[in-house]
């Protein structure tokens, strides 16, 4: 790494580099022509972005998420990605149970994604607790399930963001019961109150 004068310029000739860092893995290279579909995508999701009433909250949860991402420590990136769910899911102040509730209900396998969110919360855990070091293989594949977590509730909010007025919908969404005929019947009850409060006044007998 660099330091750079705000306009630009190299500040210091010193060069300052990660002591852990390791690439083996090459660097992608795109064939002249083949990024035109990635580049539409790109802008797709940009404009959904854009036009999303939780931009904000989108930011956040992205920017952590790249953050968690950018390190080369395998134990920082897994703290960063946790950190970004729950940022993401708005349980930064619950306990890990509504974290991983509020994940798994958007995936369709929902007790298959509670018990890797669980798993993930527990290594996440032992490595903060227990000074537990994840090794390679490990870490990659603990990191990859905090990856799916994180960038699920990421692309749900980009995609249907614009059925919620702002995050704490979301959230009410998320803690929403998974019974279908709790659902009906809270709607029932929902537009019985509507109908209810719209009737005339009852005028108070003397």
């Known amino acids: 790494r660099t330091v750079h004068n705000v306009d630009g310029s190299i ?4 060069f300052w580099y990660e002591h852990r860092w390791l690439h083996e893995t090459p660097t992608v290279r795109f064939k002249d022509g083949k990024t035109k579909k ?5 802008k797709g999701w940009w404009r959904k972005l854009q036009d999303n009433p939780l931009s904000n909250h989108i930011r956040s949860g992205l920017l ?3 953050r968690a ?10 703290l960063g990605m946790w950190g970004a769910l729950e940022s993401l899911t708005g349980t930064q102040r619950d306990k890990y149970e509504v974290t991983v509730s509020r994940t798994a209900l958007l995936f369709l396998d929902k007790e298959t994604a509670r018990q890797i969110a669980h798993h993930v919360r527990l ?7 227990a000074a537990r070091t994840l090794n390679q293989e490990e870490a990659d594949a603990i990191l990859i399930h905090a990856e799916t977590l994180v960038s ?18 979301l959230f009410n ?5 998974l019974s ?27």
């Open 123 to 129: 290594r996440r855990n032992s490595s903060i607790h």
């Open 64 to 66: 952590r998420y790249c």
């Open 38 to 42: 990635f580049n539409q995508n790109l």
């Open 180 to 206: 279908e005929a709790k659902l009906r019947r809270t709607i029932a009850l929902s537009k019985f109150s509507v109908e209810y409060h719209s009737r005339k006044p009852i005028p108070a007998s003397e």
């Open 152 to 169: 699920r509730v990421l692309f749900f909010c980009l995609s249907e963001g614009k059925r919620f007025v702002d995050e704490n919908e």
């Open 173 to 177: 969404f998320l803690d929403l019961t």
């Open 11 to 14: 500040a210091t000739k010193t």
């Open 69 to 78: 991402l950018d390190q080369h420590d395998a134990e920082a990136a897994l």
